[in-house]
């Protein structure tokens, strides 16, 4: 439940964040990502660290489309490649990142 409340709001946030996407440079792009939709994967990713596998991967696409947005790539163009560019951790290593810290 917690975790579709999440990506609810982070998917919101990204099409809100979309709609500017194209008219700001890279470096302001990551910096709206990281206030209007990274804050929502961060909050309390330790606790639900323990969801399914299937959740997990529901909070993985949401952020794969933020990434693509700000790198600024097509839709189909693979999330590794993506995540890359936009110089973004995947969900799991932010979340052990965190658990370490």
């Not at 946030?13 to 939709?37: D, E, G, H, W």
Request: hydrophobic share 40%; glycine share 2%; charged share 25%.
């Amino acid at each position: 439940m917690q975790v579709n409340a999440i990506n609810k709001k982070a998917k919101y946030a990204i099409r809100n964040f979309q709609r500017v996407n194209q008219l700001l440079p890279r470096k302001c792009r990551m910096t709206l990502y990281n206030s209007l939709v990274a804050c929502h994967f961060n909050y309390a990713d330790t606790v639900w660290a323990g969801c399914s596998t299937s959740n997990k991967k529901k909070l993985q696409r949401t952020q794969n489309i933020a990434a693509k947005s700000i790198a600024g790539i097509a839709r189909n163009t693979p999330s590794e490649t993506a995540l890359k560019e936009a110089k973004l951790l995947c969900l799991e290593e932010k979340r052990k990142i965190h658990e370490a810290v």
